[in-house]
């Protein structure tokens, strides 16, 4: 009994306020108090306000447990959504409780908010608690479900016509984020339509003209890129400091497809060495693009596409340069299918190249970026809420790291790889060849392919120099793991409280069910029995969803814009013969149009609109306790020293690297 002294937060987007009316019960271990309505006055409930209250209640209600708010209407008003933040409330006797929620209220009736200490359920967990975990998954698991998005791939959020205006409003984003998102498209297109090159489709009369469309909008790396492009040191550094930098492996043994031999490529390695020696040394490496066979092809603009699925050589020089010896575009080897040369004519070599880049294009577009980050962080996410309630200490971690994903996935399959997307408009894969690709890929993804040191050791590149891939995201992933370490054995003291947590348990059942589809080959655990084993699963999920979106996402601008090193598509078929000309080269690119709208594309994916969250940066406050609070300054000093050596190094770099700088790492895949 007595008065309670409560502080109500509204959130900051602009219309997160609400005139309607608000009412809240305190329920504690000794019952529940009286509903209140919470005192109308202009300025409560605007966005960003913290509004304070005091309540009397007629008995002692106890150690707090949860508040119940519900918004009605205002007079006849229809529902004002709000957005509530958190309620504290402090009791008569001093002690203070945080309610932490962070939801948009959208619905008549009550919300249950839990206090906000992390809670595992136990025997000992109180019946209101359970009664109010048990309600909040039934309602979360009817507004997401799971559905089918294409055979073989992972499965994705149940929203009708794919509207991502039909998403729960928790899952949307903020009216700063579509709007600024909108500028970023309709800014970059209207320019590109404005100088006529999205109505062009005739091809380039030379490459030199490609810059007045790159021009439009220019990054510090993609001038530079513009430059170098030609260069082979060039060519196979994009292996490891690229946007596709998981492709690369160490090469043992020539491939028996690969109609390579140590004539071919005796003028490379010089006389000093050969082939073999180099085989065995471990400087010889490959990317191997077989994925490619037999997808479907585009057909844009009534003209039919080609895709290669070529292999390519590469040396580590006495130099460390990592640089290309031989590439053949087809994995059957025969009269038809060349190995291309540095020796060969500048114009021979030139097109292999462009061919491999197109390549690694579609490969790192549908299997690097949008399957192992965007599907996966969707499966992620779906599995937590219908999993996890918001009092879970998983769920405090874990959240920050799901913002807006659903919302740019349901806009993703609609947008770019739906029909008539973007992908149809200029890709060769389209919107045919892509759901055929992701199931080839997805035989290819294993536990140890997303755990970065594992897939670093498994491919051989633990040793390669100049890997800065690696060597940052190791880094990275250092720091994600002490923390969520930090965060687990405070919660967990013991693997027995790990195997008998039956939420967790559930949650990571229905992530390897729904996402990994019961595949036991991919090693995907299916459930957890240690600690230890929690801690790696959890970091690879943080990274997937934060760094490694960034590595792969953030540069596509500063490599693709200049197109002939990422060309969408290409218009002629593979060569089966030496012979290329300018002119040869210039008819197989994509033409004006087509690369107007490539370049586009990769600038809104490479630009993250406002209303960004960096690795790291938790503004909403999940966790209440004081140790867990200490953890994350922990993390962010952590990440902060890791950003100053990047910045410092890339000072002194001609190509920087700064994809994954922590400061540049968004908290999620929201892009």
């Given amino acids: 009994m007595g008065l309670y002294k409560l502080k109500v937060a509204t959130g900051s987007d602009a219309s997160a306020g609400t005139c309607s009316n608000i009412f809240i019960v305190l329920v504690g271990i000794n019952g529940e108090g009286e509903k209140h309505q919470m005192p109308r006055h202009w300025s409560h409930f605007l966005p960003e306000s913290v509004a304070e209250f005091d309540i009397n209640e007629t008995k002692d209600l106890g150690e707090l447990l949860l508040v119940r ?9 229809i529902l004002d959504a ?34 906000g200490k992390g809670v595992l359920i136990t025997g000992n967990t109180h019946t209101s608690l359970l009664k109010q975990r048990k309600a909040e998954l039934e309602m979360n698991r009817e507004m997401h479900k799971w559905k089918v998005y294409a055979d073989g791939v992972p499965h994705c959020i149940d929203v009708e016509d794919d509207d991502a205006s039909k998403l729960p409003a928790n899952d949307q984003y903020s009216l700063l984020k579509e709007y600024s998102l909108g500028y970023n498209i309709l800014s970059t297109g209207f320019e590109a339509m404005l100088k006529g090159f999205l109505f062009n489709e005739g091809s380039w009369p030379n490459l030199e003209d490609i810059q007045l469309l790159s021009s439009l909008r220019k990054s510090h790396n993609s001038g530079i890129v513009s430059e170098i492009w030609k260069e082979d040191s060039f060519f196979g550094s994009q292996y490891l400091n690229g946007i596709n930098p998981t492709l690369i492996k160490k090469c043992f ?24 020696t180099e085989l065995q040394d471990g400087h010889i490496f490959i990317a191997d693009y077989k994925i490619l066979e037999k997808i479907p092809t585009n057909t844009i603009k009534e003209k039919k596409q080609y895709l290669a699925a070529p292999m390519c050589l590469l040396w580590k020089n006495p130099r460390d340069e990592l640089v290309p010896i031989a590439i053949q575009l087809s994995q059957t080897p025969g009269e038809h299918t060349p190995v291309f040369l540095p020796s060969d004519s500048k114009f021979d070599w030139l097109l292999a190249k462009i061919w491999v880049r197109n390549a690694d294009f579609q490969v790192h577009e549908i299997d690097a970026h949008l399957l192992r980050t965007h599907l996966l962080a969707e499966v992620f996410s779906i599995a937590t809420i219908r999993q996890l309630p918001m009092g879970h200490p998983l769920y405090k971690l874990l959240m920050p790291h799901f913002r807006y994903t659903l919302e740019i996935n349901v806009r993703m399959r609609k947008q770019l790889i739906g029909h008539k997307g973007l992908f149809d408009q200029s890709v060769v894969t389209g919107n045919g060849g892509v759901p055929v690709l992701l199931k080839k890929a997805m035989k ?19 040793s390669i120099p100049n890997y800065l891939y690696r060597d940052d995201g190791m880094k990275v992933w250092s720091a994600v793991e002490s923390f969520v370490s930090n965060i687990i054995n405070y919660y967990y003291t013991s693997d027995v409280m790990v195997r008998e947590d039956p939420e967790l348990q559930a949650w990571v059942a229905e992530i390897f069910k729904e996402g990994f589809l019961q595949n036991k080959s991919s090693e995907l655990p299916s459930s957890f029995g240690s600690t230890a084993s929690l801690i790696r699963y959890l970091t690879m999920v943080i990274f997937t969803c934060s760094a490694q979106h960034a590595a792969v996402n953030s540069g596509q601008y500063d490599l693709y814009s200049w197109m002939p090193n990422g060309p969408t598509t290409m218009r002629s078929p593979p060569p089966t013969a030496k012979g290329a000309t300018m002119q040869v080269i210039l008819k197989a690119l994509p033409d004006v149009s087509t690369t107007a709208l490539g370049m586009t594309t990769v600038w809104t994916l490479s630009n993250e609109p406002s209303d960004r969250r960096r690795l790291g940066n938790y503004r909403n406050i999940r966790f209440t306790e004081k140790t867990p609070q200490q953890f994350i300054k922990e993390f962010q000093v952590k990440l902060a020293e890791i950003s100053k050596c990047i910045q410092e190094r890339d000072k002194t770099m001609h190509l920087p690297y700064p994809y994954l700088d922590p400061s540049e790492i968004e908290n999620s895949v929201s892009i």
């Fill in 69 to 77: 708010v519900s918004v009605e209407c205002y007079l006849k008003f």
């Fill in 82 to 115: 709000w957005f509530c933040q958190y309620v504290n409330v402090a009791c008569p006797n001093g002690q203070l409780y945080q309610f932490p929620f962070y939801q948009w209220i959208t619905k008549l009736g009550p919300v249950e908010i839990p206090e």
């Fill in 253 to 276: 043994k020539i491939p028996g497809n690969f109609s390579v031999c140590e004539q071919m490529v005796a003028s490379s390695l010089g006389t000093s060495t050969n082939l073999e």
């Fill in 444 to 462: 290819g993804v294993t536990y140890s392919s997303l755990c970065l040191p594992d897939s670093i050791a498994s491919r051989g590149m633990d």
